[in-house]
């Protein structure tokens, strides 16, 4: 999807496929991170510009798109990855490989310091701590 964008990108996550590996270690500005610790995984989506979380269904919320909402900065993510989570508005969305690629110009959007306060207005959803205490009104 991104080897004709020629801009920094790293490909996170556990025990990528071989395949992968491969595809990654191709293009000079492409890296593979297997297996990143939690706390490296943080500090990568805290460091990184754009965050691209495709998904090939939409069957609920994301969590590491929440994560990168709350943690990181611009979201590029496809219909299904948002559909329903009320994220949507938070996330840039793009559908099929060009208008991903389409989407290089958040490379240099600048993220401003308005940008987290506008998904401070999640914590009322995505609180754990109050939807546990909902959740243990159902159990007792």
Known sequence: MFNKVELPFVIA???????LERLA????HTCLVANPTDKEMQDMIG???VHVLPSFNN????????NAV???RHCLVNK???????L??????AEDALSFQQKKELYHLPFTTEDPGKRQSLQATYNNEKNARELMTFLW
């Open 13 to 19: 996550g556990k025990n990528p496929s071989k395949k």
């Open 25 to 28: 270690h191709r293009q000079q």
């Open 47 to 49: 460091k990184a510009h």
């Open 59 to 66: 069957t609920g919320i994301k969590l590491k798109l929440l």
């Open 70 to 72: 709350f943690n990181g």
């Open 80 to 86: 299904a990855g948002v559909e329903g989570s009320g």
């Open 88 to 93: 949507e508005t938070l996330c840039h969305i």
